[in-house]
């Protein structure tokens, strides 16, 4: 009797084991390219290349905006500028990413904002044309906006 206990104890801790790995496991999705590229016209900021990086984990992704033509016309502190960065959907509704995560940057500095928060569905194709960042610094708002498609492609969420 005191064997056959072991042995469904045995089972039970098996069975909890995979369940764990199974709940710790990484997530297989994932969104492809990692980075694309954009040239964007920022009011004040100016304009030229920019650079946005994506991340997916389920369904919460990030957006980031680094460019080196881009530049603050002003110093901006660390986490200060209200970011809303609007993605064109070909699969449906546009996805906004937002958030308040940004380095400081003293006047005459290249920009970076992000990462942003949002949400994605699988299937989602997100690009910058069509959408825009819009970004509030000291009660002012600049919007960056593209009159062409991001290159290598959209952001495809799995």
Not at 12 to 22: D, N, W
Not at 25 to 32: G, K
Not at 60 to 73: D, G, M, V, Y
């Amino acid at each position: 009797m005191r064997g056959k206990r072991i042995g469904s104890g045995a089972a039970m801790l098996v069975g909890a084991l995979a369940v764990t790995g199974l709940a710790l496991a990484p997530s297989a999705v994932a969104v492809t390219p990692l980075t694309a590229n954009v040239t964007a016209s920022c009011g004040l900021f100016g304009g030229g290349a920019a650079t946005l990086t994506a991340t997916q984990t389920g369904t919460a992704a990030t957006l980031k905006l680094t460019s080196t033509a881009i530049t603050t016309p002003i110093a901006i502190g660390a986490n200060s500028i209200n970011s809303t960065l609007t993605m064109a959907n070909s699969t449906g509704s546009a996805r906004v990413f937002s958030g308040t995560v940004n380095p400081a940057m003293p006047a005459g500095s290249t920009i970076t904002v992000g990462p942003l928060n949002g949400t994605v569905a699988s299937g989602d194709s997100l690009n910058f044309y069509g959408g825009s960042l819009k970004m509030v610094v000291f009660g002012i708002t600049v919007t960056c906006t593209t009159s062409s498609a991001q290159t290598p492609g959209p952001f495809v969420f799995s």
